[in-house]
């Protein structure tokens, strides 16, 4: 009971310390809030797990999740590599750059722009993840299936964005490339294109988190004795509860990471963007 | 309307490249047939083995009609091979899980919205919490709401699409209720109004039209949600757990029957909840 009172102690203290931090308006400040906030919820989790003595089975304390990461590193990565390198990254950029191109040659078209937009639209919207079963029927239980699985689903939400952003060019610009001279090609690459980068990243960065579900939902419909999706399911009818935390701490420092590396990218490359201007 | 020729013809494309795939992916199997029975296929015999399988790599466009059709209406609505009782368990936790998200989105943007702190302390775990692959989670909620006694399969579903669908709410509603521009914020404190009164006769209303172009965000982000819940967790009921026996089963008709089903109610919930933000923005004439 003493560890439980402890726990909301340290809230109340973390808390108070959070509001006086983000009256300040600091700019540290805009990293230490949201730091303090996990680290508060980490340590009111461990404690409050140990003072009630919550069953392992239920919910394990964050040290034991960490213990049993430590100590199965070497299953996790094999996991990563082939959930994440094989299937979600293989899929992904082979997705995404089908998407591109397709949007490309749908461009030139208004007709085809036209009613691929609602199409794809409507079919970004849903369940897609459906196809796994499909999918792991025509290419088997190994990674190749995941891959098309991610395929499919970041597709469509690619493709609406990629559209969307070729036509982003209003027809001032478009006038002034023609005056140049300027060759269709070169307009493609000198303008609309960048133009469209924006947009382009907005459909890589929702891809991104589509391409993990994908790949792990996939490995519920059949996979090799190897992927976070198997070891998830499998771990779950042992009640090995703290395997299973491990790999969903896994997947987030994946999901966050690939994400955050495609918003970094996305800065480098849209630097002159007024979404990404006077954000140092 | 000016774009419904375009939209058809892509439809139509769409289904000529299914039936041309289902010919091509179907043929192996059609063609071994016939070589064991020693017989010759000409290309229309080809055409037509291609288009009856029990058993088919792609299922043709007019067998998942007819599997659906028969899904829908040739049993009765109660019986468990009833594609409308499956919806309708789907259903059932989508919504669920819609609301709690709404909930909690429109709980939190308000929270965010009235305090710093609250506002710098969980906005980057929200957004962190959308890139973590939600289907790692789901095995674990399910385990976790049986072990405290929760035998019922919809609440870990509906945790599932809540978490899901509260995302897009939160964003809107933080930006709804920022909308009041100072000028208009100024004049409520003219008025000597206090912080509940800006909130009810200026936030909130400002809001609102941004919270319903949220719904429809939100409602297919909770189908997603109760779809990918039914999958890892072993259910037997639901559209989800549908497409995981006609994988498991060998009888891929149900699966791609299934899988059509869910478009299907994703179709009927989008349009049903863009029609409710329609009416709702003709309401506070903002309708363009």
Redesign the interface.
């Known amino acids: 009971m003493t560890l439980v009172i402890l726990a909301l102690l340290i809230w109340l203290v973390a808390?108070w310390a959070?509001?006086r931090?983000?009256?300040t308006g600091a700019r540290a400040?805009?990293y230490a809030?949201?730091v303090?906030?996990?680290l508060t919820i980490l340590v009111m989790w461990e404690l409050i797990v140990r003072g009630l003595e919550v069953?392992p089975?239920?919910?394990p304390a964050p040290t034991a999740i960490a213990d049993r990461f430590a100590a199965s590193l070497g299953t996790l990565w094999i996991d990563f590599v082939q959930t994440v390198v094989k299937g979600a990254f293989t899929g992904y950029a082979m997705g995404c750059s089908a998407a591109v191109l397709a949007a490309i040659i749908i461009d030139r078209s208004p007709?085809?722009?036209?009613?691929?937009l609602?199409?794809g639209n409507?079919v970004a919207?849903?369940?897609i993840?459906?196809?796994?079963?499909?999918m792991?029927?025509?290419f088997g239980f190994d990674w190749q299936s995941k891959a098309a699985v991610v395929v499919v689903m970041v597709f469509f939400p690619m493709l609406v964005n990629t559209v969307a952003g070729l036509r982003d060019t209003d027809s001032m610009q478009r006038d002034l490339m023609r005056t140049y001279g300027a060759s269709y090609w070169q307009t493609l690459l000198k303008l609309r294109l960048p133009a469209a980068m924006p947009f382009i990243f907005n459909g890589l960065k929702i891809a991104?988190?589509l391409a993990?579900?994908g790949a792990?939902?996939a490995e519920?419909?059949?996979s090799p004795i190897k992927g976070?999706?198997f070891r998830?399911?499998t771990s779950?009818g042992q009640?090995a509860?703290d395997m299973?935390?491990a790999?969903?701490v896994v997947?987030?420092i994946v999901?966050?990471g690939?994400?955050g590396g495609v918003a970094l990218l996305e800065k480098a490359v849209t630097f002159w963007h007024p979404s990404q201007r006077g954000r140092a | 309307m000016?774009?419904a020729?375009?939209?058809?013809?892509?439809?139509g494309v769409?289904i000529v490249i299914w039936y041309i795939a289902a010919i091509w992916?179907n043929s192996t199997w059609a063609l071994q047939m016939a070589e064991r029975l020693g017989r010759e296929m000409g290309f229309t015999d080809l055409v037509v083995a291609t288009m009856t399988q029990d058993r088919p790599?792609v299922a043709a466009p007019h067998q998942v009609v007819v599997a659906l059709w028969d899904g829908v209406f040739g049993h009765a609505v109660t019986s468990k091979r009833s594609f409308v009782y499956h919806g309708f368990v789907t259903l059932e936790a989508t919504l669920w899980g819609f609301a709690l998200g709404i909930v909690i989105g429109v709980g939190l943007a308000i929270a965010i919205v009235h305090?710093?702190?609250v506002?710098?302390?969980?906005?980057?775990?929200a957004v962190?919490s959308?890139?973590?692959?939600?289907?790692?989670?789901a095995?674990?909620i399910v385990?976790?709401a049986n072990?405290?006694g929760v035998e019922d399969r919809l609440l870990p579903k509906a945790i599932i699409s809540a978490y899901l669908s509260f995302f897009p709410v939160l964003v809107s509603m933080v930006s709804g209720l920022r909308a009041p521009n100072q000028m208009q914020l100024d004049l409520l404190k003219t008025y000597g109004a206090n912080r509940s009164q800006v909130f009810w006769k200026l936030r909130l209303p400002a809001s609102l039209p941004y919270f319903f172009a949220s719904l429809?965000?939100a409602i297919?982000a909770s189908?997603?949600g109760a779809?990918?819940g039914e999958?890892?967790t072993g259910a037997i009921n639901g559209?989800?757990a549908r497409?995981?026996i006609?994988?498991q089963f060998g009888q891929?008709l149900i699966?791609?029957a299934?899988?059509f089903g869910?478009?299907i109610l994703?179709?009927i919930l989008?349009i049903v909840v863009g029609a409710i933000q329609r009416a709702a923005d003709r309401r506070m004439g903002v309708a363009r």
């Open positions: 808390w959070n509001v931090l983000a009256e400040a805009r809030v949201p303090i906030f996990g069953s089975v239920i919910l007709f085809l722009t036209r009613g691929l609602p199409v409507f919207a849903l369940p993840i459906g196809v796994a079963p499909i792991v029927m025509w991104t988190t993990l579900i792990i939902v519920f419909f059949g976070m999706g998830i399911s779950v009640l509860i299973v935390w790999e969903i997947a987030a999901g966050s690939f994400y | 000016r774009n020729l375009p939209v058809l013809t892509v439809v769409i992916m790599l305090s710093r702190a506002d710098m302390s969980v906005m980057p775990w962190i959308q890139t973590v692959p939600i289907v790692a989670l095995p674990m385990v976790v072990a405290v429809k965000v297919a189908l997603i779809i990918v999958l890892p559209l989800g497409m995981l006609g994988s891929p699966m791609w299934a899988l869910a478009a994703a179709g989008i």
